[in-house]
């Protein structure tokens, strides 16, 4: 199975763009910064990867904040000039802070 869930948030957006097919795209850097555990130990974990974002959740990948953290779920994919992965996003979650009635 090829899926992935990250904690992160975008750094970088790119200009909508469109698929041969006709799709909006969106190219996005997303930055996530965690603690793991690794063979019983914690570690540290800061990195970047490339995403896309292909057809209907280009909106909400589009109206994110830069900087705000959100849980982008989606897979792997070949990058188009064949060297590296870029994750391919299929599903944006972001976390609505609690209103309080005043």
Excluded at 18 to 41: I, K, R
Excluded at 57 to 65: M, S
Aim: hydrophobic share 45%.
């Amino acid at each position: 199975m090829n899926r992935l869930v990250l904690a992160a948030h975008v750094v970088e957006r790119g200009a909508m763009r469109y698929t041969p097919a006709g799709l909006p795209a969106l190219d996005l850097t997303l930055q996530s910064d965690s603690e793991v555990t690794q063979n019983g130990q914690p570690r540290k974990v800061s990195l970047q990867i490339r995403a896309v974002a292909i057809g209907d959740i280009t909106r909400p990948a589009q109206a994110l904040v830069l900087g705000a953290p959100a849980k982008f779920a989606g897979f792997l994919a070949p990058s188009r000039n064949g060297k590296g992965v870029v994750f391919h996003v299929t599903s944006i979650a972001t976390e609505e802070p609690d209103l309080q009635p005043g």
